[in-house]
């Protein structure tokens, strides 16, 4: 049983640019969840994805926007990168809407230069 | 929005040590995870409990829910343990979206 994937793996931008990082769930997931985790700190819920919908969204602008797949994948948009993006970020998905245990995948980390 | 808090922020042990995590939360919650989060980022699921006692070989977690903490234990403590530790809860309000604490970092030597 293959559990959440996450690609790529690093990534380095320069200011201003944008980005798309992507998650593939465990295998009877149906709910994706986003998370920043900024160094020193627990990481932070972005938004959340079930019936390719976003169904919640945390203290994150505009510029932070995903979408969800048929197949319950998702990605994750950063458009006009700060320098603040800079962050490992995590992908969790769950069964049921969100409404149970989450699985993390091993996140993409961001260095926006 | 819901507090969560960990303590200690920082624990070093000797190997065979043990050691008691404590998480504490501002509100009500009806599920809490626990997480280890290993040098590459990996956030590691080791329990997933709303109350009561779970064990899983050197680890047992405990939740309190009526009096809002959580305690994770770690027995004979190796140097795989290493890592940092994260407590996780929804509120009942929007109850898929996990907050977490500000975890516990613990480094265990020889």
């Known amino acids: 049983d293959a559990g959440v994937t996450q690609s790529p793996t690093h990534l380095i931008k320069t200011r201003g640019q944008q980005v798309t990082l992507r998650c593939s769930p465990k295998?009877?997931?149906?709910?994706v969840s986003w998370y920043q985790q900024a160094l020193g700190q627990g990481p932070q819920f972005i938004f959340q994805?079930?019936?390719?919908?976003?169904?919640q969204r945390g203290n994150f602008p505009d510029r932070f926007s995903g979408h969800q797949f048929p197949n319950y994948s998702s990605e994750l948009n950063v458009n006009a990168l700060l320098l603040g993006d800079s962050a490992l970020y995590l992908c969790?998905?769950?069964?049921?809407?969100?409404?149970?245990?989450?699985?993390f995948g091993p996140g993409t980390r961001l260095t926006v230069l | 929005g819901i507090q969560v808090e960990q303590s200690p922020p920082d624990l070093i042990l000797q190997e065979g040590a043990n050691s008691t995590l404590r998480c504490n939360f501002s509100?009500?919650?009806?599920?809490l995870q626990w997480f280890h989060q290993n040098p590459w980022g990996q956030l590691i699921n080791l329990f997933y409990?709303?109350?009561g006692t779970k064990q899983n070989g050197r680890l047992s977690a405990t939740t309190v829910a009526t009096e809002r903490y959580s305690l994770l234990y770690i027995s004979s403590s190796q140097t795989t343990d290493s890592g940092v530790y994260f407590c996780?809860?929804?509120?009942?309000?929007?109850?898929?979206?996990?907050?977490f604490g500000t975890g516990t970092r613990l480094q265990v030597t020889l």
């Open positions: 996780a809860v929804p509120s009942f309000v929007t109850a898929s979206k996990l907050t």
């Open positions: 295998s009877g997931h149906d709910t």
């Open positions: 409990i709303p109350s």
């Open positions: 969790a998905s769950s069964r049921d809407g969100g409404y149970n245990e989450q699985f």
């Open positions: 994805y079930y019936e390719e919908e976003e169904r």
């Open positions: 509100d009500s919650v009806n599920n």
